[in-house]
């Protein structure tokens, strides 16, 4: 599993409140990704990482934002929760040889 | 547990049977691509990989053939077990850039 954990591994919460979901990795990895998963979709890449401090958008960026302040913790903050942000999310690391492994996901529900 | 997909195509076999998943990837110049299995309720899992340098892949009861030409991609589970009934999708890279992910088949396994 690459050392990966997230938390909350599930959230309620209602619309317009921020929410922050964290993932750790113990393995040093500098590549790590926010994806989220929805029916019909495939996963999505929404913001990722290729060091502290240094991110970038994916293809489905607004409404995130993401921080990474440390090597082993990347952020993804909700600034204000809508509906359609009611997903599976997903964060990833990537090695240097390009496998990626993911999380086990956070359930976030967004009432 | 929440469904990954709900309109996914499905392949039904018997257990024991072997099954082909198929993939068809977007980009003539990707160069790395991974099969990940993902269970109801659970993060994607690496299974294999393959490079572009190479047409063909094994591991323990699977293997990975890869048509560049076609741009086509497979995956072959031998002796298929119930334990194998899950939603698989292919990811394509290319030279490190960030990953398209396939939107999965659902595998299930009859006994």
Same mark, same amino acid.
């Given at each position: +599993?690459?050392?990966?954990?997230?938390?909350?591994?599930?959230? *309620?919460?209602?619309?317009?409140?921020?929410?922050?979901?964290?993932?750790?990795?113990? /393995?040093?990895?500098?590549?790590?990704?926010?994806?989220?998963?929805?029916?019909?979709?495939?996963?999505?890449?929404?913001? #990722?990482?290729?060091?502290?401090?240094?991110? +970038?958008?994916? /293809? *489905?960026?607004?409404?995130?934002?993401?921080?990474?302040?440390?090597?082993?913790?990347?952020?993804? !903050?909700? /600034?204000?929760?809508?509906?359609?942000?009611?997903?599976? #999310?997903?964060?990833?690391?990537?090695? /240097?040889? #390009?496998?990626? #492994?993911?999380?086990?996901?956070?359930?976030? !529900? *967004? !009432? | 547990?929440?469904?990954?997909?709900?309109?996914?195509?499905?392949?039904?076999?018997?257990?024991?049977?072997? =099954?082909?998943? $198929?993939?068809?990837?977007?980009?003539?110049?990707?160069?790395?691509?991974?099969?990940?299995?993902?269970?109801?309720?659970?993060?994607? @899992?690496?299974?294999?990989?393959?490079?572009?340098?190479?047409?063909?892949? @094994?591991?323990?009861?699977?293997?990975?053939?890869? $048509?560049?030409?076609?741009?086509?991609?497979?995956?072959?589970?031998?002796?298929? @077990?119930?334990?194998? =009934?899950?939603?698989?999708?292919?990811?394509?890279?290319?030279?490190?850039?960030?990953?398209?992910?396939?939107?999965?088949?659902?595998?299930?396994?009859?006994?």
């Amino acid at each position: +599993d690459a050392g990966i954990t997230q938390s909350p591994r599930h959230k *309620v919460t209602e619309t317009g409140t921020p929410v922050t979901l964290r993932c750790h990795q113990t /393995e040093n990895h500098r590549y790590m990704y926010w994806y989220r998963q929805d029916p019909g979709h495939g996963l999505r890449l929404i913001h #990722y990482s290729y060091g502290v401090k240094d991110t +970038d958008k994916g /293809e *489905v960026s607004d409404g995130y934002s993401v921080s990474r302040s440390k090597t082993e913790d990347f952020l993804l !903050t909700l /600034e204000s929760a809508t509906s359609s942000q009611t997903s599976v #999310y997903f964060c990833a690391i990537r090695q /240097e040889t #390009y496998e990626q #492994y993911f999380g086990p996901g956070t359930r976030l !529900t *967004v !009432t | 547990g929440e469904s990954v997909g709900l309109h996914l195509p499905t392949l039904s076999v018997q257990e024991g049977d072997n =099954s082909i998943i $198929n993939c068809a990837y977007s980009n003539s110049a990707s160069d790395y691509f991974i099969w990940y299995k993902q269970e109801s309720g659970k993060g994607p @899992q690496f299974i294999i990989d393959i490079r572009s340098n190479m047409d063909k892949r @094994q591991g323990q009861r699977v293997t990975v053939l890869l $048509n560049k030409t076609v741009k086509h991609l497979s995956l072959q589970i031998a002796a298929t @077990q119930p334990g194998d =009934s899950a939603v698989y999708f292919c990811a394509e890279n290319n030279y490190g850039q960030n990953f398209v992910f396939g939107p999965g088949t659902r595998l299930s396994v009859l006994p």
